[in-house]
Structure formats: structure tokens, C-alpha cells
């Protein structure tokens, strides 16, 4: 005999994005400014009836940061029973790595390292998508995208120092790298000094 859903308790269910970026030669999270009812926060919404988790995401960009055309990737649920004062809400936490230029100009972009006090267990979220993007990063040539094709190495490394947080000596990158690139037969005239390999992702 099937058990009536009435039985059993009906948490509700939020989505909360982290949108992470290189900003300044940093990574940074996109954030939504402090409320009157509601402190610093990733942008979020709850889910509707008939709503997929997907969709609910972007309806969020759409609506609180006047962002379209991003693709977050599901990332972790949080249940902690506390984690919302207002009742038992579910947060399934999504993330996205996308290049500064298609953020709004009057988006608030902060680093990740220089976060403010956030809303519920949103510090959490940002450290938890920070782990993996960085971990994405470890092996990979820029696998979100980040950096324009072609570039160069130097500019392929500043970017995964951005994502790192840290300096990366530069002959074991190159050898970590090269690999998985693919030179164009071209050189970077910009800047001073030597002309440089282009180079592309496999």
C-alpha cells in the first residue's frame, strides 16, 4: 500500500549560485549587495511548482543579476537543518566559471579570499565551488575557458595563478601544460621582449 506524501515533511528547496570569475588577476564570486531583511549572498531563488532546478538557476541570474546565456553545473546539496533560521530549506548549490566581460558593469564581483560576512551557509557554498575549480585546474589548460585562444604560456599561467591563489613555478606548468596544447605556428607581437608562442587547447 502506497503511503500518502502528506505523511512526510516538506522542506523547501532553494538554488544558490556561485559565479566565479578572474577579476584584478583574481578570483573573485559574483554576490548580491545587503537587504534590509537578508545580509551579503550568492544569488538564489526558490524552486516553483512545475520548476526544474536548471531553470530555477537561470531565472535567478536572469532576475538578480540581469545575467542570460550562463551554464552552471550542479555542484552539492546542503541539508544542514540549521542552515535557514526561516524554516527547513534544502540548498542545491550550482556553480559557474565565466569570463568578467559577460558579468553586468555594475555587478559586485568580490575575491574569494576577501569575502564579507554572507547569508546563511553561503561561505561554505563559495569555499566548496572554489575546491573545485580549482581542482579542475590542477591538470587542464584553463578547462572553463577563461583565457581567449590563442595565448600565450605566460598568459595561460597567469590565469591558473588567478584560480590558484598562488604563484606556479613556470617549468613544471610548462610541462604540465604542453601536452594538452596545441601551437598555432604564430607569435604574440604584444609587449616587449622575445615574441612568444600561440598556442590553443587540444
Known sequence: MTSSLDAFPRPSVAVDTAV??????RLAVLLLEATDTLPVRLPGTFLHEGETLAAAVLRSLHEKVGVRGLRPQQLHVFDAVDRDDRGRVLSVAFVDVV??????????????????????????IVAFAVAAVRSSYLDTPDPRGLLAEPF????????????AGERLLPDTFRRTMLPKLRGTGELSREGRGRPAELYRRV
Do not use: C, K, M
Open 99 to 124: 569570463r568578467d566581460s559577460l558579468l553586468p558593469p555594475e555587478a559586485s564581483v568580490v575575491a574569494v579570499d576577501e569575502l564579507p560576512p554572507l547569508a546563511f551557509d553561503h561561505d561554505s
Open 20 to 25: 566565479l570569475t578572474v577579476a584584478d588577476g
Open 152 to 163: 600565450t604560456l605566460r598568459d595561460l599561467r597567469g590565469i591558473h595563478e588567478a584560480v
